[in-house]
C-alpha cells in the first residue's frame, strides 16, 4: 500500500517538474509546481511528518504560489521565446548527463540503506514544538527579524520611483 | 515499505530536474520556480533520512528551509518586479546591465 502510494505520488510529482520545464506559458509552469508541492506534501505524509505536510499546502501551496501567480498576472507574462541549444550540448551532453544520473542512482542506492518508516514514530507535532521552542528557539527568533528584513526589503524594492523624494 | 534510497533518489531527480529548468529557462519568473523546486528536492531529503534515523531535527530544519524561502520569494519577487518596470522585459538575455 504504502509502495503504491508513493510510486502513485513519486510520478505525479516528476511528471509535473517535467511539464514546468516544458510549458511556456509561466502560469501553466506555476501551476505544474502547485502539483510538484502537493504530491511531495503527500509523501510527507508517507514519510510521517504530517506537521510539515501541513506546513507544505498552507505556505508553499498557498502562500508562496499565490505570490508568483500574483506577480506572473501583474507583470502580464506572455510566452516565452526558446532557446537554441548547441549541437555539442545534444550529442556530448545528453549521453553525460544520463552517465552521471545513472551513476548517481547508483552510488545513492549503494549508500543509503533501510527503510523509511512512517507509523514509528506516531504523532510527531508535539515532539518537534518541544525541539522547535527548546532548542532551536535561537535560530527560530532570528528567523522572525529574516521576516521582517524581507518585508522591508521587498517594500522598499517594489516602491515605484516617484514616491522616492 | 519503501526503502529510503527511493526517496533520496527522487529528491535527486526532482533536484536535477530544477536545475535543467534554471539552466535552461529564460523567463525569469521560471527560472525562480526552478530555484522552489530544488529547495522542495532537498527538503524531500532531509525528511527521507529524518524519518529513517528516527530524528526530528531533519523536520526542523525543513521547517526553516520554508520560512527562508517564503522569504525569498517576497524579495525576489520585488526584484522580478523593478526588472520588469525598468527593463520592460522577463527574459534574462536582455537583462545584462550591472544596473538595474
Same mark, same amino acid.
Given at each position: 500500500m504504502t509502495a503504491v502510494l508513493f510510486f502513485l505520488l513519486a510520478a505525479v510529482a516528476v511528471a509535473a517538474a517535467v511539464s514546468l520545464i516544458l510549458q511556456r506559458e509561466p502560469i501553466h509552469s506555476a501551476l505544474s509546481l502547485i502539483v510538484v508541492m502537493a504530491a511531495l506534501a503527500g509523501l510527507y505524509l508517507l514519510l510521517g511528518a504530517e506537521f510539515i505536510s501541513a506546513v507544505q499546502i498552507i505556505v508553499? $501551496? &498557498? $502562500?508562496i504560489m499565490v505570490l508568483f501567480i500574483f506577480v506572473i498576472m501583474l507583470l502580464n507574462a506572455g510566452v516565452e521565446e526558446r532557446t537554441q541549444f548547441s549541437r555539442m550540448a545534444r550529442y556530448i551532453g545528453l549521453p553525460l548527463a544520463f552517465v552521471l544520473g545513472a551513476g548517481l542512482v547508483y552510488w545513492i542506492t549503494r549508500w543509503t540503506m533501510g527503510t523509511a518508516s512512517a $507509523? #514509528?514514530? &506516531? #504523532?510527531v507535532t508535539r515532539p518537534l514544538a518541544m525541539m522547535l521552542f527548546q532548542d532551536y528557539v535561537f535560530p527560530f527568533e532570528l528567523t522572525s527579524i529574516l521576516i521582517l528584513i524581507a518585508i522591508v526589503g521587498a517594500v522598499v524594492l517594489a516602491r515605484r520611483e516617484d514616491e522616492r523624494q | 515499505m519503501v526503502p529510503v534510497s527511493y526517496y533520496v533518489v527522487l529528491s535527486a531527480v526532482l533536484f536535477g530536474l530544477g536545475i535543467i529548468g534554471f539552466l535552461f529557462k529564460r523567463n525569469i519568473i521560471t527560472m525562480f520556480m526552478s530555484i522552489e523546486l530544488m529547495l522542495n528536492a532537498v527538503n524531500l531529503a532531509f525528511i527521507a533520512f529524518s524519518s529513517v534515523l528516527g530524528n526530528l531535527a531533519g523536520q526542523v530544519y525543513v521547517f526553516f528551509v520554508i520560512v527562508v524561502a517564503a522569504a525569498e520569494a517576497a524579495v525576489g519577487l520585488a526584484i522580478v518586479i523593478l526588472i520588469a518596470r525598468n527593463?520592460?522585459?522577463?527574459n534574462v538575455e536582455r537583462v545584462n546591465l550591472l544596473k538595474l
Open positions: 508553499y $501551496a &498557498g $502562500a $507509523a #514509528s514514530m &506516531g #504523532s | 527593463r520592460k522585459t522577463l
